[in-house]
Nanobody, 114 residues
Framework: QVQLVESGGGLVQPGGSLKLSCAAS????????MGWYRQAPGKQRELVAA??????NYAESVKGRFTISRDNAKNTVYLQMNTLKVEDTAVYYC?????????WGQGTQVTVSS
């Protein structure tokens, strides 16, 4: 089992920045995928950004504004979010994968509002 602890969400004004963190612990061997998803009210959960096998992938809506990074020594994945928009408001979930399974964090609320 892998346990994930997310942090960094909050309330920010449009144009502002936030940095999310997700720390993995437990059976963390062989993690090949660390990503962030989000779910807004009434919408399906969607991929925001992922880091896998030294590659990164971003949703079109966040390209150029969000950056995903991974610290292997700390087993932590980050999501730096800049130039936030109202439509970025959602619960953000960390997702981690290894040979043992597919794991989700508890979610952290990001609210972009003036």
């Amino acid at each position: 089992q892998v346990q994930l602890v997310e942090s960094g969400g909050g309330l920010v004004q449009p144009g502002g920045s936030l940095k999310l963190s997700c720390a993995a612990s437990g059976s963390i061997f062989g993690i090949y995928y660390m990503g962030w998803y989000r779910q807004a009210p009434g919408k399906q959960r969607e991929l925001v950004a992922a880091h896998f096998n030294a590659n990164t992938n971003y949703a079109e809506s966040v390209k150029g504004r969000f950056t995903i990074s991974r610290d292997n020594a700390k087993n932590t994945v980050y999501l730096q979010m800049n130039t936030l928009k109202v439509e970025d408001t959602a619960v953000y979930y960390c997702n981690v994968r290894n040979s043992g399974g597919f794991y989700w964090g508890q979610g952290t609320q990001v609210t972009v509002s003036s």
